[in-house]
Every structure is written in structure tokens, then in C-alpha cells.
């Protein structure tokens, strides 16, 4: 009987020990994903390697922040240097780019590139800017600040 009763303890030892959980807190949820825009969010000091047009160069303040209804795009706020505050051009985040398509800012100005992550902090872009009829074409070295 005494070895019954040690058999039955052991037995219902082994399969209350098979039920239990760890306390340990289960990490199978995607702590290692992170939102692709956050490297390119942030202030930026676009460098025109020149106007196309007229041959002169600027360099002017970008603000790139994350759109809060899409998850694939930014905001561009100054994108181009338009002058006034307030003006974003909209653009969508894909593989190692900023590509933001033909749209019209607020000031009138026709807008079109892209902008190509090259390492880190540091990005190229080619874009485009259509204001008062005159198109002029552009390439700039941005660098995060």
C-alpha cells in the first residue's frame, strides 16, 4: 500500500509539474519590428549640388516627420524651400527611398522625386519643381542633424 501511495504522489507530481507555466513573461509578440520611418525622421540640411537653371546653390532645413494616417509615408515640411512655413510635400517610404509623387504644395509649387537612403544619416535626392510655369530640375545631398 505504502508503495501505491508513493507511486500515485509521484505520478500526480510529474503531471501537475507538466501543467504549470514559467513565470516568466511569454515574448512571442514582434519586439524586434520597428517602424521603417524612424531613421528617416528627423531634421535634415538638404545641399543643392546646384540649380540646374542658374547654376547658384542653397542649402535649407527639411523636417521629416512620420504621417500619422498612413503608415508607409512621411511628411516633408519645407521640402524644396518654398519659402513660407507650413508647406509638406507628402511621401511614401519604400525599400531604401523617399519617393514622393507629382503633387501640388500649398504655395503652387508642382513637386516630383525621390530620395535614396546611401548610408547612414545620409541620403540622395533628385526631384523636380514646376513654380510659375518654370520647370527646374535638382539634386541635393541631405544629412541628417
Same mark, same amino acid.
Given at each position: ?31 524586434? !519590428? ?22 547658384? !546653390?542653397?542649402?535649407?532645413?527639411? !523636417? ?82
Amino acid at each position: 500500500m505504502k508503495n501505491s501511495l508513493r507511486f500515485l504522489f509521484s505520478l500526480s507530481l510529474l503531471v501537475s509539474v507538466s501543467f504549470l507555466n514559467s513565470c516568466q513573461k511569454d515574448n512571442t509578440t514582434s519586439q524586434g !519590428s520597428s517602424d521603417a520611418r524612424n531613421e528617416y525622421v528627423g531634421v535634415w540640411r538638404f545641399t543643392e549640388s546646384g540649380f540646374l537653371k542658374n547654376g547658384q !546653390s542653397q542649402s535649407y532645413i527639411v !523636417s521629416i516627420t512620420k504621417d500619422a494616417n498612413n503608415s508607409a509615408q512621411v511628411i516633408l515640411d519645407n521640402f524644396g524651400n518654398p519659402g513660407d512655413s507650413g508647406i509638406s510635400a507628402v511621401g511614401i517610404l519604400t525599400a531604401n527611398q523617399i519617393v514622393v509623387s507629382k503633387q501640388t504644395l500649398g504655395n503652387g509649387w508642382e513637386v516630383v522625386g525621390t530620395g535614396k537612403k546611401t548610408t547612414a544619416g545620409n541620403m540622395d535626392w533628385t526631384y523636380s519643381i514646376t513654380a510659375g510655369g518654370d520647370l527646374t530640375y535638382y539634386t541635393a545631398t541631405a544629412v541628417k542633424q
